[in-house]
């Protein structure tokens, strides 16, 4: 299942709804939202058939992405919570990677060489990062 926030404001108050977005596996509920069959009969369906396969096309591509660039969300078998906070870890990167002023360390030999945090970082911030890779 893909999810995706919906912004609506009603009497100047900001409504956010998070909606799931399910294939016809899935029977659909007031929060998720699946194919209205495989024959739609009428063009209304079928135009929400259309709109309902393109977001979910975006949200699988944006997956394969994320788990092309980190192979390791491929086989994540960690805690779900746990799991959260790998996956915001890796979209992070991937979007600090995506800045236009982003230029990558070409003299890298491997990926396998262990990570070294600078000498600079340090204190507190030096032991939050630390605690965070100690799993």
Same mark, same amino acid.
């Given at each position: 299942? %893909? /999810? &995706? ?5 009603? $009497? ?24 209205? $069959? =495989? $024959? ?7 135009? /929400? =058939? ?12 944006? /997956?394969?992405?994320?788990? =092309? ?24 990167? %991937?979007?600090?990677? $995506?800045?236009?002023? &982003? ?20 204190? %507190? ?6 605690? &965070? &890779?100690? /799993?």
């Amino acid at each position: 299942m %893909h /999810y &995706f926030y919906i912004k609506i404001i009603v $009497n100047n108050n900001l409504l956010i709804l998070i909606i799931l977005i399910g294939d016809s596996a899935y029977e659909a509920n007031e929060w998720l939202m699946v194919p209205m $069959n =495989n $024959n739609p009969n009428d063009n209304r369906e079928r135009k /929400y =058939n259309r709109a309902h396969k393109s977001t979910r096309r975006i949200i699988e591509c944006s /997956y394969g992405i994320l788990k =092309n660039r980190f192979p390791c969300l491929k086989y994540l078998r960690v805690d779900p919570c746990f799991a959260g906070r790998i996956i915001m870890a890796c979209a992070t990167l %991937h979007n600090v990677a $995506n800045k236009a002023d &982003f230029i990558p360390n070409s003299d890298a030999e491997d990926d396998n060489t262990d990570a070294v945090i600078p000498p600079t970082v340090t204190g %507190h911030r030096r032991e939050t990062l630390l605690e &965070f &890779f100690n /799993y």
